[in-house]
Each structure stands twice: as C-alpha cells, then as structure tokens.
C-alpha cells in the first residue's frame, strides 16, 4: 500500500490559516487522497478528499500537486476547534481500507 | 443521521480473560470496518465486513480476536484471551459504498 509521509505536530494561531502538508510519492493512479482529523476522546471524522483537482468543502480546502506527489490540507480561519490530530491517506475510492499513518497534531494557540 | 454506536465506553479486564465490543452502524451502510488504535498511533484496520461477508481480516490476529457481523447489521468484536498489548481504543466505523467512512467514539480497553 502506498504509504504518506506527515509532520508530527504543527502550530497556529487561531483565526490564522494553517497548511498541513502531506507526501505521497508512491501514489498509484487510482489512489484518492483523502483527510481525516481526531479530537480528543472521539473517533476520526472525515474532512475532504480529491484525486487530481483542488476541492473546497465547508471544513477546509484540499490542493493537489500536479504530479499528485504531494498535497496541501488547508483550514483557512483556525478555531480552537481544529486541535486534533490530521490524517493523510491514500486510499481508491470505493472501498475505503484506509491505513492510517501517525498524522499530524494541529495546536491552535488563542 | 444517528452515528454509529459503540459499547461499552470503557472496559478494564485481567490478562487472559476475554472482553466483547459491540457496533451499531449507521442504518443502511453496508460495509463496516473494525480498527484498533494504540495511545499515540493511529488506527490500524482489523476487519472489514460487506454486508455480513468479510472482505478483508488479514491484519485481525486470528488466534485470538474474533468478528462477526450477523445480518449485515450490527457486530461484535471478541478478545480470547487478553493479552496487555491488547490495550487500546477499539473504533468501529460504517460507509456507503464510495462514500466517507463514520466513525464511533470507541471503546478503551485497558488490560491489567
């Protein structure tokens, strides 16, 4: 499967934007990149996915490197609601057997 | 839309003894997945149902953990005999084919 590559933590201040990158050389053709985020004590929640153009949803914007290599997760105001841990995966659309990886802690500083 | 449900919310056990989680998917999702997830890593996929077959249990470590899903609806997870590396938050989560996956809030188990 192939594997994305995150930073293990990232800081903002809120009402700031914040761009959570994510790696991803060994993507297939077929692979959606798709974004999930974890608050504390609760299960991961969907955030967006895209397969080759940027995509915009009411939670954040997705932009996709030409080459599909690497991707952009951009949450566009911070609120202190958007502390959590930020997933990356590569995954066909259909099925959803998505291997998570250690993601990224989002600090969002008043 | 209702979410999916989990329980119990927390469970504490002995090594050896042997635990079950039960899941209440989102009505009408066909597909279910179980995950275990280990204090600071994300989840890691154990079993993954369509309707009441499964489709992938590779990664479930068989000897010992168990799933089902009687028709197609709700599922339980079983633990025979614990072990403490077994500790962990147990996620269960449904979809719609194509569509995102919904996760529970889970169940932590600690194992002493």
């Known amino acids: 499967d192939a594997k994305t590559t995150q930073p293990n933590s990232m800081e903002s201040n809120e009402e700031e934007p914040v761009h959570l990158p994510c790696n991803h050389s060994?993507?297939?053709?077929?692979?959606?990149i798709h974004w999930y985020r974890q608050l504390p004590s609760q299960g991961p929640e969907y955030v967006i996915h895209g397969l080759t153009s940027n995509v915009n949803n009411r939670m954040a914007s997705l932009a996709i490197a030409e080459d599909r290599k690497s991707s952009t997760l951009i949450l566009h105001r911070a609120t202190l609601r958007d502390a959590a841990v930020y997933y990356c995966i590569l995954g066909t659309d259909s099925w959803g057997k998505f291997q998570f990886g250690a993601g990224t802690q989002v600090v969002v500083t008043p | 839309e209702a979410g999916v449900a989990q329980s119990p919310r927390y469970k504490i056990i002995e090594k050896r003894q042997s635990v079950a989680f039960w899941c209440n998917p989102i009505?009408?999702?066909?597909?279910l997945y179980w995950y275990q997830q280990i204090l600071g890593q994300g989840p890691k996929l154990l079993i993954q149902?369509?309707?009441?077959?499964?489709?992938?249990d590779s990664q479930l470590p068989k000897d010992r953990f168990s799933a089902e899903r009687l028709k197609g609806v709700d599922s339980t997870l079983k633990i025979q005999p614990a072990k403490l590396e077994d500790s962990a938050v147990y996620l269960c989560?449904?979809?719609?084919?194509?569509?995102?996956?919904?996760f529970g809030n889970g169940t932590r188990l600690t194992v002493t």
């Open positions: 149902f369509q309707n009441n077959g499964v489709v992938d």
């Open positions: 009505s009408g999702h066909a597909t």
């Open positions: 989560a449904s979809s719609l084919r194509g569509s995102p996956l919904h």
């Open positions: 060994t993507i297939s053709g077929t692979d959606y």
